[in-house]
Structure formats: structure tokens, C-alpha cells
């Protein structure tokens, strides 16, 4: 693969390029290197990589302004952000299924992601990702939320998921209008990004639940949940007197 970085700072750059050299060297044939987002649009274009590092703040632009640079056919390229920046950023990224490296950079999270983007190139909607990145930036909220589906990502209304389940190593996120979903990714990721903001709780380990959606408690059985779509849900002995206090504040 042919790999460009555009990051004004020279040590983050030359970091980044010994760290792909000394550990991605089966992987990564020829690295670019620029110092401004408009000079590495033009290596992108001459070069045709399948893989931009890029910083997500420079002093002139941020980087996710890449968008303005390409039409959606020209993007098929995977781009990973590398960041010092704030939780919310983070998030951002991880809402919208996004690939970032965290500064101080660690050769294990280059190795990683290089290994991701190799083994599952996802380049036909990293325009939709990157503009619901930079919506999400711009208007410090979020209302979508980018699921790894089987073909690509799934692009789905926080508001319509109901319940999701651990599944083993995946989860099945249940949904208004797109049925049943299996997502590669743990429960825990999700009730680290939904938990905190909108009315997800988790009554049970193996579930989380929009309680939007909650349709009737029941105390007997051991005491679970009945849901809009007739899914029921466990909940467990030490969270249920937590979980009749969050009933009482909805």
C-alpha cells in the first residue's frame, strides 16, 4: 500500500514515518509526506494511496475540510486521523466509525489500524463518514451513529435503535426500520458512547435499552422489561433498585 501523511508539525511526521518503516514495512511500499492540507490533497491526487494520515487541526485547516478537495467518486482512499484532541473529538470519531491515532503516538495503535485498513478496506462511504464527522464537530451534538455492517456503514438515527444485545463477540442492535443488525463490535463500546448522552441504560449485562422505548416493568420471573418491538429484557438482581430509580426520573 502507498501511505500519506499531512501533518504540519516535522516530528510528528517523522515519528509517524519511522513507526510505519520500522513496523508496517510489509505493508506500507512508499510513504508522502506534506505539511498543509492543501499540498497533500495534491499527493493524494498524483499518487493515488490507499491510505491518508491525517492531522485532524492545522493551523489553517481542519482536516476533515478534505471534503471540499474531492468528489465522492474520488475518495477511495482510507483516511485515519491522527489527534490530540479533546474527548468530545473522540467520540466524534467513534460515532461515525471513523479511525484515529492518539498523539503521543504508540507503534501497537499504527500497527493496528494499518492491519485494519488492510484487511477491511470501507472507502466507498468515507465521504458519508467524513461529512457526519464534520456536521458532528460543527454542531457539538450527534444524531446518527455509523454501525460496521457486512457491506460498509450503516449510517442509523440514534433515535430508532431500541435494545442492543451481546452476541459473543459482536451485538445485535435491534431497530425501527432496518430490522435486526449484527455489528462487530462489543456491547461495553456502545454503552460507552450511548450511555452517557441519550436514554440507553443497561439493566443486564448482556443488554443495553433505549428506554424510550420501554413498555411495561414486570416483577415476577426474576423481574425484567417488556419492550415496544416485544423484546424482554433480564434485569439483573444488583441493578434492579438503580433501575427503578432511573424509572422514576423519566
Do not use: W
Amino acid at each position: 500500500m502507498k501511505a500519506i501523511i499531512i501533518e504540519d508539525e516535522a516530528r510528528a511526521r517523522s515519528l509517524l514515518r519511522n513507526l510505519l518503516e520500522s513496523n508496517c514495512k510489509d505493508d506500507i511500499e512508499h510513504i508522502y509526506e506534506a505539511t498543509a492540507l492543501k499540498p497533500g490533497v495534491e499527493l493524494i491526487k498524483n499518487h493515488r494511496p490507499e491510505i491518508v494520515f491525517l492531522d485532524i487541526e492545522m493551523p489553517n485547516e481542519q482536516g476533515v475540510e478534505i471534503l471540499n478537495y474531492f468528489s465522492t467518486e474520488e475518495i477511495d482512499f482510507d483516511i485515519v486521523f491522527t489527534t490530540a484532541y479533546s474527548e468530545f473529538a473522540l467520540k466524534a470519531f467513534e460515532m461515525n466509525a471513523i479511525d484515529y491515532i492518539l498523539k503521543p503516538l504508540r507503534p501497537s495503535k499504527v500497527i493496528e489500524v494499518v492491519k485494519k485498513v488492510k484487511e477491511n478496506r470501507q472507502s466507498n462511504k468515507i465521504q458519508e463518514r467524513l461529512a457526519e464527522l464534520k456536521k458532528s464537530l460543527s454542531n457539538h451534538s450527534f444524531n446518527k451513529i455509523g454501525l460496521p455492517v457486512s457491506d460498509g456503514i450503516l449510517f442509523l438515527p440514534i433515535e430508532e435503535i431500541i435494545n442492543i444485545e451481546a452476541d459473543g463477540m459482536y451485538t445485535k442492535v435491534f431497530t425501527i426500520n432496518d430490522g435486526t443488525l449484527t455489528i462487530s463490535k462489543p456491547l461495553k463500546f456502545y454503552e460507552h458512547l450511548l450511555s452517557s448522552e441519550y436514554p440507553f441504560y443497561r439493566p443486564h449485562r448482556s443488554h443495553l435499552v433505549n428506554l424510550k422505548y420501554l413498555k411495561q416493568y414486570i416483577r415476577k420471573d426474576g423481574n425484567y422489561c417488556l419492550l415496544e418491538n416485544g423484546n424482554t429484557i433480564p434485569i439483573s438482581k444488583e441493578k434492579k433498585d438503580e433501575f427503578l430509580a432511573v424509572l422514576t426520573e423519566i
